[in-house]
């Protein structure tokens, strides 16, 4: 087997770094953690910023992508110590000659930011001055695991339906998880880098409400009203609080305020990377999350209990392997009471390939007979009473006659 | 000075296989070419459990691994195709086949698969001797018999001579001991019909082991064959290479699809898929009837059409009532229980099989019936333990369809049946359901279903007419090309008719090894 090249990555274990991990791999990197690590499959190297990297972790390694953020405690005085903690770590690398290191700064990142995570990160910057060493201005990160601000912003958006909130006319460039994690990867092996900062953003912006009302609807499924506040009153207001509740505190807002806008259509261009818009980027999360309701309802419907997770799972994979991937469009009591579909499935018409609701009632069936919960329900291997089998033969075709009219008018749109 | 170009056999299904032993055994230098990828981990492990514990036992967790397969491949829709490309199909299986020959079939089921062993890795290994009339009469019946028994003996057949199919199968082959039938299918075997109704029960020969034979095993009776054989008993061409990769004059390559046969003047030329062009002292077509005929057409040029045969099937489903309540068996097999053969009066004859309906997936039947899903698993959880569902073949002088080369070079096929197949299978079908009801066996009503031409995947004929290829499967017109799978059999009775292509692959074979190691 040919080794793929290798990529240290400090703060793997994070919201990015996970997804950063996963991503190398796929793309034939060999990946190395140095600290905490994502998951048992990647190795890693016990390291903390501010500490000398042990040389083993960084010998023979073709890249390093830099994560790691140490969060200031609350009311810290002196120096931050991602300053020196970079500086370590860049001595290292510099020292064993790596050839690449991308360090994930903000679109924020600017000597005059409103708020000091942008101050800082743009002093973390300074102190990258090898050719070799790369910044990479990273704008609002969404999708992949709920984690990271994208997290946050997830819990706000299902939280309430009316969100009042500051700036929220202030233009965004979010970035879709596997784009950015395809951007960082084609940083760290680009071997000819034009400039020292990248912007890894949508080079159009879309504004803060905007951006929540989209992810509201296609990730949520719910109508968001955003409620713009004026800044000064409300700083006012998150300083009185903020003596309470320390989580809410000026820092977080002027970070969500103060983000400014960057001009990186030529970085992306150069990158050749390709972002999508808010609404496709959320896509795929909205239609997988149709399906998934689908696939609740229509199992339960043929199971008679809630399907198991793992078949719920299948009956995605299902449908986006076998099935068009895209979910039907059942009406909402359908979804809620499955069992009215006793009233509402067609009769016959076993569609091939045109993905109606009976192929997918025939694949939901055939899912619940993929495990005992279900072929219990089909298959008798302890046997019956003869005159109770015949009792409920009976019984279940005058049930079926009855139905059969309604069905065939309710169903008839579903054939 | 002795000719270092290798005999050629294209495709490792049963025809291809079977072909090349003779000319292994002669010691001829043997390169088989197949289109697919090495097998790659079976669908089926090895230490699954029985279909009854996969079913009901919560503790074995992950039965779906077994039901739909790792890769959930078993969620495709494969139509009205046979279950079992659904249920026991590796991924991916068959899927490049139809845009690779470039298939446009209308009124037609065109099934195939780029694959390890063609189709033999998917089909139900019942095997039946064709005799007399039945057989093409180009074909030399002594050497054929030979050739029953030689492949009998090699692919392990079980079976019985005292059994009242015996005649019409066949006797006097190598067999091996019957598989045990269920109870469903004993009672029916006990109650000796009045006869007089032309309907004759008895058992079946299958290509699956009682008794271990070479790395393959006995049945374990566990049950689900219609999601794979776990331990090897059913016959899978594929099984057979690694005995045939042990012979030192024998290669073979995988991924080599071959899309041409050309000439270079001092015999023919394949070329693969890549470009790469490798030539023969022979060429033997085994590609499945579709593939074959392809190569063949696509060789002599011109806008040629030609007959293609196959059996005009139906499935229909036989209630006893006596069995209502009865427990599923646990234990068992789980392929055709019992063959039939119903004579219709002045109009031939359907050929089939019966299978204890829960050895299937109870969806395929459910989906025939008019209930809504949940009143659907009710009935079928009730009716399963006393219903046989069955299969029955009519001789393919009811086809009627044809098979053209396009300018393109695809594979157009148009399926008909001849004017009075419709009334021959209905007539069939009264005279079965009347002679069933005797035995106490009902054919539920509207169950009786004529499939599509071609989903029972009994192709032959293509190039069986004198001026096509001589009585050794010699292509008229092509030098050095010999065909040696079902195309070149001009005769289907209501048979299954896979053995007696392997027989005839094997004439073929034995034929060919005597005359290109006479050089
Ligand atoms: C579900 C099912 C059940 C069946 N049950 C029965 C049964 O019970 N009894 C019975 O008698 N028959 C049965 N059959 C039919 C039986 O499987 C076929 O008749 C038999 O497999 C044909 O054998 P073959 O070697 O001619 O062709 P195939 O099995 O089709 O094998 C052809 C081989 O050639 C290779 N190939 C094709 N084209 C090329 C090319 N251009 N270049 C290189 N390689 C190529 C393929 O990869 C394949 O390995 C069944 C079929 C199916 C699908």
């Not at chain 2, 397969?69 to 991924?91: E, Q």
């Not at chain 2, 006990?190 to 058992?203: I, Q």
């Not at chain 2, 050895?359 to 219903?387: C, E, Q």
Request: charged residues 20%.
């Amino acid at each position: 087997m040919v080794a793929g090249p290798r990529l240290v990555i400090t703060g793997a274990a994070g919201y990015i770094g996970a997804a950063l991990a996963a991503a190398a791999r796929r793309d034939g990197w060999r990946v190395v953690a140095l600290g905490r690590s994502p998951d048992p499959t990647v190795p890693s190297h016990p390291w903390r910023l501010g500490e000398d990297p042990p040389a083993e972790a960084l010998a023979g390694a073709d890249a390093v992508i830099h994560l790691a953020h140490q969060w200031a405690a609350p009311g810290a005085q002196g120096e931050d110590p991602n300053i020196p903690g970079t500086e370590r770590l860049l001595e290292a690398t510099r020292r064993h000659g790596v050839r690449r290191v991308v360090f994930a700064s903000s679109i924020s990142a600017r000597e005059d930011a409103l708020n000091a995570y942008g101050r800082l990160k743009w002093r973390v910057e300074q102190t990258l001055r090898a050719p070799v060493e790369l910044s990479a201005r990273i704008g609002l990160v969404y999708g992949g695991a709920d984690a990271g601000l994208w997290g946050l912003l997830c819990k706000l958006v299902r939280l309430t339906p009316i969100l009042p909130m500051v700036g929220g006319g202030r233009p965004i460039q979010p970035i879709r998880m596997d784009e950015l994690c395809d951007g960082l990867l084609r940083l760290a092996r680009m071997p000819a880098p034009t400039r020292a900062v990248y912007g890894l953003a949508s080079p159009t912006t879309i504004s803060f409400s905007a951006f929540l009302r989209t992810v509201a609807r296609l990730r949520f499924h719910r109508p968001l009203m955003v409620i713009s506040l004026p800044l000064g009153p409300v700083l006012a207001a998150v300083d009185l609080v903020s003596r309470v509740v320390p989580a809410i505190n000026r820092e977080r807002v002027l970070g969500l305020a103060g983000l400014p806008v960057i001009d990186n259509a030529a970085d992306i261009a150069e990158l050749g990377l390709e972002i999508r818009s808010v609404v496709d980027g959320l896509a795929p999360f909205a239609r997988r999350k149709a399906i998934l309701r689908e696939g609740r309802a229509l199992l339960r419907y043929v199971l008679g209990v809630s399907p198991p997770m793992g078949m719920l799972r299948h009956y995605v994979t299902g449908i986006e392997s076998y099935g068009g991937g895209r979910p039907l469009d059942l009406p909402a009591p359908l979804l809620t009471v499955p069992g009215l579909l006793r009233l509402a499935e067609p009769v016959g018409g076993k569609g091939e390939g045109r993905h109606t609701l009976v192929e997918r009632l025939e694949m939901a069936m055939i899912l619940a007979e993929s495990q005992p919960v279900g072929a219990r329900r089909l298959y008798d291997y302890g046997g019956t009473p003869r005159w109770k089998s015949v009792l409920g033969l009976v019984g279940i075709g005058a049930i079926e006659a009855l139905l059969l009219p309604v069905r065939m008018v309710l169903g008839r749109r579903y054939r | 000075m002795s000719d270092a170009r290798p005999v050629v056999v294209v495709g490792s299904g049963p025809a291809g296989v079977s072909v090349a032993w003779p000319l292994v055994e002669a010691g001829l230098p043997v390169l088989m070419l197949d289109a697919g990828a090495e097998a790659g981990p079976s669908r089926v492990a090895a230490d699954r459990s029985s279909l009854a514990s996969l079913r009901t036992d919560f503790g074995t967790g992950r039965s779906w691994r077994h039901l739909i397969g790792p890769t959930l491949s078993g969620l495709r829709n494969v139509g009205y195709a046979s279950p079992k490309l659904r249920t026991s199909a590796a991924p991916g299986f068959g899927e490049d086949y139809a845009v690779a020959l470039g298939l446009d079939a209308s009124g037609f089921r065109a099934v195939g698969a780029f694959s390890p062993g063609g189709l033999s890795a998917v089909w139900g290994a019942v095997v039946c001797a064709f005799q007399g009339e039945e057989l093409d009469p180009r074909i030399d019946a002594g050497a054929l018999d030979e050739s029953y028994r030689r492949v009998a003996a090699r692919i392990g057949i079980n079976g019985s001579d005292d059994d009242p199919l015996a005649d019409y199968l066949g006797r006097g082959l190598p067999l091996q001991p019957p598989l045990p039938v269920s109870s469903a299918a004993a009672a029916l075997l006990a109650k000796k019909g009045p006869g007089g109704d032309g309907l004759t029960v008895g058992r079946l020969r299958t290509a699956i082991l009682t008794r271990d034979l070479g790395d393959r095993n006995a049945c374990d009776l566990g049950r689900a064959c219609m999601w794979g054989c776990g331990v090897g008993a059913i016959y899978n061409s594929a099984d057979e290479l690694p005995a045939l990769w042990g012979r030192d004059n024998f290669t073979l390559r995988w991924r080599a699809e071959v899309v041409a046969v050309e000439s270079d003047g001092s015999g023919p030329v394949l070329r693969l898929r890549d470009g790469e062009k490798v030539a023969a002292r022979a060429v033997i077509l085994a590609a499945g009837v579709l593939s074959t005929t392809r190569l063949v057409l696509a060789a002599r040029g011109g806008g040629q059409s030609v007959p293609l045969l196959n059996n005009p099937a139906v499935s229909f489903a036989l209630l006893s009532p006596s069995r209502l309540g009865r427990p599923l068996a646990a234990v068992g097999h789980g392929a055709a229980q019992l063959g039939f053969r119903q004579i219709v009066a002045g109009k031939g004859e359907l050929f089939g099989m019966l299978y204890d309906a829960d050895t299937m997936s109870a969806v395929d039947i459910m989906s025939h019936m008019p209930f809504s899903r949940p009143g659907a698993a009710a009935v079928a959880r009730r009716l399963l333990p006393a219903v046989m569902l069955g299969l029955g073949y009519l001789p393919g002088a009811y086809s009627r369809n044809r098979v053209t080369l396009a300018a393109d070079g695809g594979l157009k096929i148009e399926g008909e049946t001849s004017a009075d197949c419709a009334a021959t299978m209905a007539a069939a079908g009264k005279a079965l359901r009347r002679s069933m009801a005797r035995l106490g066996a009902h054919m539920l009503p509207g169950s009786f279903r004529p499939y599509p031409p071609g989903a029972e995947v009994h192709y032959a004929g293509t190039l069986a007419r004198p001026e096509d290829s001589t009585a050794d499967g010699a292509i008229v017109g092509l030098p050095g090309v010999v065909v040696a799978d079902a195309s070149v059999i001009g005769r289907l009775p209501a048979k299954t008719h896979t053995f007696t292509a392997m027989a005839n692959a094997d004439r073929i074979g034995r034929l060919w090894a005597a005359r290109l190691s006479g050089v």
